[in-house]
């Protein structure tokens, strides 16, 4: 058995229709990206996850109050737009961000088999949340980088069987990466990653 073996629900089998992606199937297959960060091994990353956790939170609070009208997150967003608060705007756009900064990291971890996590993870973390973070928050993500494990030890917690790794590993990143380019690109084209709530 394998990580991939175990999830609820891999970005594989996460629908993208023509208007969007479905909500609910994001939800599965990302509370299983969070347990990734407990293969990491490190309290550090607690706040990676519970950052995560809190604005999936806000998804399914919003998709749970009207159903009918979130059955995608572009929906979700789309819905929500003419109300004073957009929570679950907002967490979205922090989870997609963490998703953005997540698949980078682990790109480049199956790209190059000679990186350590510490680099893909520190150099993905500088592409994308770093922007984003303020001077109080960059220190505790710099901890959490330099806590990563050694890519060897990571891929053996993923599964025994290696060869069955890294091919559920690549077939997983490459539907999690058009699930995260899909929201960037809903982001940006609405104006919705502007951060203004």
């Known amino acids: 058995m394998t990580y991939f073996d175990n999830l609820q629900r891999n970005y594989t089998d996460v629908p993208i229709m023509e208007d969007g992606i479905e909500t609910i199937p994001f939800i599965e297959a990302t509370n299983g990206l969070v347990k990734?960060?407990?293969?990491?091994?490190?309290?550090?990353?607690?706040?990676?996850?519970?950052?995560?956790?809190?604005?999936?939170?806000?998804?399914?609070?919003?998709?749970?109050a009207d159903p009918a009208k979130s059955p995608t997150l572009e929906k979700l967003v789309i819905n929500e737009q003419g109300e004073k608060k957009r929570t679950a705007t907002e967490g979205l756009l922090w989870l997609k961000r963490g998703l953005e900064f997540t698949s980078v990291a682990l790109r480049r971890s199956i790209n190059d088999e000679n990186e350590e996590l510490t680099v893909s993870f520190t150099e993905a973390y500088g592409v994308t949340l770093r922007p984003f973070h303020s001077m109080l928050v960059r220190p505790i993500f710099g901890l959490a980088m330099k806590a990563c494990?050694?890519?060897?030890?990571?891929?053996?917690?993923?599964?025994?069987?290696q060869e069955k790794v890294k091919q559920q590993y690549e077939e997983w990143l490459l539907a999690f990466?058009?699930?995260?380019?899909?929201?960037?690109?809903?982001?940006?084209?609405?104006?919705?990653?502007?951060?203004k709530f």
């Not at 960060?37 to 919003?62: W, Y």
């Not at 050694?150 to 025994?160: M, P």
């Not at 990466?177 to 951060?195: A, C, S």
């Open 149 to 161: 494990p050694y890519r060897k030890d990571f891929f053996e917690k993923l599964g025994d069987d």
């Open 177 to 195: 990466e058009k699930v995260v380019q899909r929201l960037n690109n809903f982001y940006t084209e609405g104006g919705y990653d502007k951060g």
């Open 36 to 64: 990734l960060f407990d293969l990491l091994g490190s309290k550090a990353f607690n706040v990676v996850q519970s950052d995560m956790n809190g604005n999936i939170e806000k998804i399914k609070n919003r998709y749970e």
